[in-house]
């Protein structure tokens, strides 16, 4: 799978749009871009994924470059339980016995 | 999304001694387990990877004898720590996965395992 890099830490005032970077440049043609969050002392929890296209669900939005060189996730409104760490990860297709593998991910703090 | 949960959530225990974790996927079947553990303020590693009703594969400097994992049925596998020891304090997290075209990985809650 390939290598992915995002920022250690980053912070966001509630209610304004948290941009969350990643960069995966050595990214296979068939490699989707996944991303979780933990919430401490949680299990991780999905949050969404693409391949090319740019996405949208209830919870953020991802913006992939055309270049598939790097991402970036989208919390439109950030609240205060969005603190918490944000993994990007790509892998290969769907499931069916494929692992996860966890970079160090980004602290995201939502201030008040 | 899949429901999973993990028994027990927090223990605390002595060194020397073992202690089992449950893992319970209770919709759907899951013919694989992952079993990950995250130190403080680290990021998760996984530790082992078991198929329904064969023995786990472990990832290079996990101790199969020390974690021993039973993945005997397709909504249960447990892992268990023997002879546990402070360094083994730790969160533990199970991710099922099953025969299903899905692109979201369910993790359950995790186990805080203490030893003393």
């Known amino acids: 799978d390939a290598k992915t890099t995002q920022p250690p830490s980053m912070d966001c005032a509630e209610g304004r749009a948290a941009n969350l970077p990643c960069n995966h440049s050595?990214?296979?043609?068939?490699?989707?871009v996944y991303w979780y969050r933990q919430i401490h002392s949680q299990g991780p929890q999905y949050i969404i994924h693409?391949?090319?296209n740019n996405e949208t669900n209830e919870m953020a939005s991802l913006i992939i470059t055309e270049d598939r060189k790097s991402s970036t996730l989208i919390l439109p409104h950030a609240t205060l339980r969005d603190t918490a760490v944000y993994y990007c990860?790509?892998?290969?297709?769907?499931?069916?016995?494929?692992?996860?593998?966890f970079g160090e991910g980004t602290q995201l703090t939502v201030n008040p | 999304g899949a429901v999973v949960s993990q028994h027990p959530s927090w223990v605390i225990c002595k060194s020397g001694t073992s202690v089992k974790i449950e893992c319970r996927s209770l919709?759907?079947?899951?013919?694989?387990m992952f079993w990950y553990r995250q130190f403080p303020k680290q990021s998760l590693m996984l530790m082992a990877t078991?198929?329904?009703?064969?023995?786990?594969?472990?990832e290079q400097g996990v101790e199969k004898d020390k974690f021993l994992i039973n993945h005997a049925s397709l909504t249960l596998s447990t892992l268990t720590v023997t002879s546990a020891h402070p360094e083994d304090s730790s969160f533990y997290i199970c991710?099922?996965?099953?025969?299903?075209?899905?692109?979201?990985?369910?993790f359950g809650p995790g186990t805080r395992l203490t030893v003393t």
């Open positions: 078991s198929n329904e009703g064969s023995k786990a594969t472990y």
């Open positions: 990860i790509v892998r290969v297709g769907g499931t069916s016995g494929s692992r996860l593998t």
């Open positions: 919709d759907f079947q899951a013919t694989t």
């Open positions: 050595t990214i296979s043609g068939n490699e989707y």
């Open positions: 991710s099922p996965d099953g025969d299903r075209v899905s692109y979201e990985q369910y």
């Open positions: 693409g391949l090319k």
